[in-house]
């Protein structure tokens, strides 16, 4: 069967993703430099007094994605407490806001690489992206309101929280490489019948047909039975059974995580591969999938802090003039670089050692959150 035409568009944008994926944070910045409101006197001075912003937010983005979780997880925490060392101190609402919007294309960037692999259920995705927007956006809003004492309290819950799954959670992706989809894998011949990283099985082992998509790269596909069990291939051959049961329980994580994504800039990627994990999802396509749904947040999440302060009653007077311009201008193409590193990090690190080392930061970071709250 000849493929489609929208099966060859969606072929080529996944074959020469890493052209689009590099050329929206270029096209964001020229944007930015030719329209956005600048103060009356912004030269070439101010658009390079962040440059060293790069570096930190490259480092930040490569070590989320490598484990899965909302950027701004670490983003906030650096521009609370490193920032004010090297430049100044931020309000807490431009803090959420330079995170949120620098995630949103650190996230994308490594969710279209999760794509590109046919390691993310659409499906299920679109489902929990839809099904926790008005929490994203109530979250959002009600940033412009909450007092900053309690902004740091719910951020140090957000973090401890974070910090409490990552402990408890194996989301350890590097396990024995499978075959491929024509049998030749990359170990001995006699290593056949062993399992494919999380959960996945060589395709050879895979018990009949196996589904290969027209518009996905290698043999990638996808098919679900009259029983309900979804298979999924990705582009190197190793198969993935699950089903999309359990739907109760990750919107009942995500709407939570959601709250916390608008309020603080993360949570939901944190609570959601969690509930994922917990319905029996194989951690690949979990996160995968929970890739693209922090990133459609993220986005979402940017919008609303970016544009809503103007027009609410009462709220903090921030507006899109008030965006710090001359630091998104370096974090963005930092995080989107980061996004794209992060797959070859995670197949060369231990990932269990990062995520440990993360849980960790995250812990001290809530103590001094709190400590900070109640005004010590």
Known sequence: MAPTSSAEVQKSFLKYQHFFVFAAPVLFVVLVVAAAPTPANAGLDYW????????FFLLGATIVNT??????????????????????ELEPETIVKVGLISESFGLSSSAVAFIQYGLVDRRLGLSLVVGSIPFVVGGALLSFYIPEPLFHAALAVALLGAAYLLYTADLAHDGHEGESADGAGSGDATDAHQSAPDGGEPASAGGGELPDDDGKLGPAGVGVDDEGTVTRVDREGDSYSYTWGGYLERFANYGVGGVFQGLAGFGIGELGIISMLRTNVPVRVAIGTNHVIVALTAVLASLVHVFAGGFLPGAH???????????????????TLGGQIAPYVSNALDTDTITMGVAGLFSVISVALFLMAVGI
Do not use: C, D, K, Q
Request: glycine share 4%; net charge negative; proline share 8%.
């Open 48 to 55: 390079l007094e962040y440059w060293w912003l790069f570096f």
């Open 67 to 88: 484990v899965g979780i909302s950027g701004s997880a670490m983003f906030v925490p650096f521009l609370i407490f490193i920032f004010p060392l090297l430049a100044y």
């Open 317 to 335: 007077s921030l507006s899109l003039a008030s965006t710090p311009w001359n630091m998104v201008v370096f974090t963005v193409p930092a995080t």
